[in-house]
């Protein structure tokens, strides 16, 4: 398999460094295989460019049409030119994504689980078929418009409305940091309405609609992040997603992206693991490898220690997902967990490569500022802990 592990040297004991207990073998042939295939364009295909797109800030686009004729866009929809693969399989397909770089799999997990999913799972007949077939292309781009900048962790207070007008609706009001946004063909955006919060495909070239890049970010450099502006914008009832009225209705979006992040996380820290082996393997400080030191090796066994843990709850959760028995609270504590590992390995990764690591030649500092996102977004580490304590007391904290 062409994993990040193939760039360390053999295992000392034959077992892989960045899976001590061989998840690998827990997966069927198919799961493999899709592992393999994603793996394979990440090595070849994002790896070689990720490090000069981030220092350039650069969404490196060249690599939609490859990453849908992959089959990763949607992959988890039954038809419409979609994959139509389990769950465990699109967890994989983030996993591999991220060890490249989290805004590729957020470029995947936007399209798939935030665009696509709603609607596949909220939308008409016929929005479906306009919609789907390109957006699994990759011909089609889609947004996820939830924040708004008064504060993303409390979205059932979004100002942005829609008021009905005749067989249309009119649409006032604004979203922030939307990853996809000024290059997407489509964007889901959901608005406060007379009869609760609901759902509306909001076409590019709509009179009124402005999608202006967000610049100057540290974090998520190879990705887009962009406002949302909505002017008077006039959306056709048939855009409105008819099958879901509610927060639950961008909550339910939320879960599926949020489960996939779970798997991307641990991408990220293998990765970060993967460099930080490779280097104490060479680096020669007084007078041995650095590796040879008890308190590299105690890092770095902390550090496969809490992949293992992350690698276990996400399998977990992807065979309670594929069961149709997967429940919110069990997503949450596997994105607070994964997500906190792995910001925690990447920041002592790149203290283990020292000055060195804080170049775009190592790939921990640019993870470990991409996590500085992924911690924050699909629900704040601390949004998650509550979410958690909510369970455990039966009180809503937030
Ligand atoms: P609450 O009363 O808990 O729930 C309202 C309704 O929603 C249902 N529900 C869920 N359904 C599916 N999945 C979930 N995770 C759900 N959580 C709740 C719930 O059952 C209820 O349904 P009903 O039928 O009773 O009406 O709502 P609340 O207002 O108390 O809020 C709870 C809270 C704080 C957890 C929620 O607001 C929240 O998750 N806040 C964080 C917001 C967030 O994560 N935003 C992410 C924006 S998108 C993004 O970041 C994309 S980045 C992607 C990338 O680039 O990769
Ligand atoms: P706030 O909600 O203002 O939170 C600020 C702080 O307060 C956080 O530390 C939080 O944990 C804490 N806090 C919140 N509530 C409580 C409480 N009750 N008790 C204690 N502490 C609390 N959104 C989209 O809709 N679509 C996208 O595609 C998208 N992409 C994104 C891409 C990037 C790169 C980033 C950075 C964000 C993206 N987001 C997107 C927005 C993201 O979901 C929000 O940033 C996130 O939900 C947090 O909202 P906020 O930034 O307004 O922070």
Known sequence: MATAAENIKPARRGLDPLDLYDIRSELDEDEQLVQDTTARFVDEKVIPIIGEAFDEGRFPRELVPEIAQLGLLGSS???????????????????????????????????????MYPIYAYGSDEQKQR???????????GCFGLTESHGGSDPGNMQTRAKRDGDDWILNGSKMWITNG??????????????????????KDMPGFEAPEIKHKFSLRASITSSLFFDNVRV??????????????????????????????????QACLAEAIDYTSSRVLFDRPV?????????????????????????????????GRMQPTQVSLAKWNNVRTAIDIARDARDIL?????????????????????ITYEGTETVHELVVGRELTGHNAF
């Open 77 to 115: 929809i039954e038809g419409y030119d979609c994959a139509g693969l389990n769950s465990v399989c699109y967890g994989l397909i983030c996993q591999e994504l991220e060890r490249g770089d989290s805004g590729i799999r957020s470029f995947v997990s936007v399209q798939s689980s935030l665009v």
């Open 131 to 141: 919609w789907l077939p390109p957006l699994a292309r990759g011909e089609a781009i």
């Open 182 to 203: 000024s290059i997407a063909d489509v964007a889901v955006v959901w608005a406060q309405t007379d009869d609760g919060i609901q759902g509306f495909i909001v076409e």
């Open 236 to 269: 056709p009832d048939s855009n409105r997603l008819p099958k879901v009225k509610g927060l639950k209705g961008p909550l339910g979006c939320l879960t599926q992206a949020r489960f996939g992040i779970t798997w991307g996380a641990i991408g990220a820290a």
């Open 291 to 323: 590796d040879q030191t008890q308190t590299i090796q105690r890092r770095m066994a902390d550090m496969a220690r809490r992949i293992t843990l992350a690698q276990l709850m996400s399998l977990r959760l992807g065979r309670l997902k594929d069961a």
């Open 354 to 374: 020292g000055g060195a690591g804080i170049t775009v030649e190592h790939s921990p500092i640019r993870h470990m500022l991409n996590l500085e996102s992924v």
